[in-house]
């Protein structure tokens, strides 16, 4: 039998919560009039693939049980590691694949700042820290695994219901009488 840890199957998880994410992303930028289909259809994906990586991870511990702590725990590792291959895509992405689509959401983001009466050393500080957030590396990692975690956290809430098992107590009397 394949050994298996908690780490390996939440990068495995994740890894592969991650690619998806990343596809439809690449095509929802590709393709802007179907972003809204493929932005929910990249939450549907998520969802179904947080419950099936989670719901194998509880069949491992029939006899033991997994609570719903265990459960949300392991989404929440998966959200790591989904985090982290989103951002490495996302910083890939705005500064080498799609940046004159990044560049002109910076603009629009410019003249919405400006009619809104926003103008001087605060427009500056302002966007000089959204530009630096937007195109430098570091921030951008560290929000897609923020917001991977809590994404994850949020989707394994309810899903963790739905995974949860009870210890097998057949199994544990039988193991007692011999």
């Not at 039998?1 to 990343?22: E, Y």
């Not at 992303?25 to 590709?30: D, I, Q, T, Y």
Request: net charge negative; with cysteine; glycine share 8%.
């Amino acid at each position: 039998m394949k050994q298996s840890t908690f780490w390996s199957d939440a990068s495995r998880c994740g890894a592969v919560i991650g690619l998806v994410n990343i596809a439809l992303s690449a095509l929802s930028m590709l393709m802007p009039k179907l972003s809204f289909i493929l932005g929910l259809a990249n939450m549907v994906i998520t969802i179904y693939l947080l419950f099936y990586y989670s719901r194998r991870r509880a069949q491992l511990f029939s006899q033991e049980g997994f609570s719903y702590g265990q459960a949300l725990g392991f989404m929440l590792a998966t959200g790591i590691f989904t985090g982290i291959l989103v951002g490495a895509y996302q910083i890939v992405a705005v500064n080498w694949l799609f940046t004159e689509q990044f560049e002109a959401t910076y603009d629009q983001l410019l003249a919405t700042m400006s009619q809104m009466g926003t103008s001087g050393a605060d427009m500056d500080s302002i966007m000089e820290m959204y530009h630096a957030m937007l195109f430098s590396p570091m921030p951008v990692l560290l929000t897609q695994i923020f917001g991977s975690v809590l994404g994850h956290g949020f989707y394994g809430l309810f899903i963790a219901i739905g995974v949860k098992r009870e210890p097998d107590l057949f199994d544990a009397e039988e193991d007692d009488e011999e």
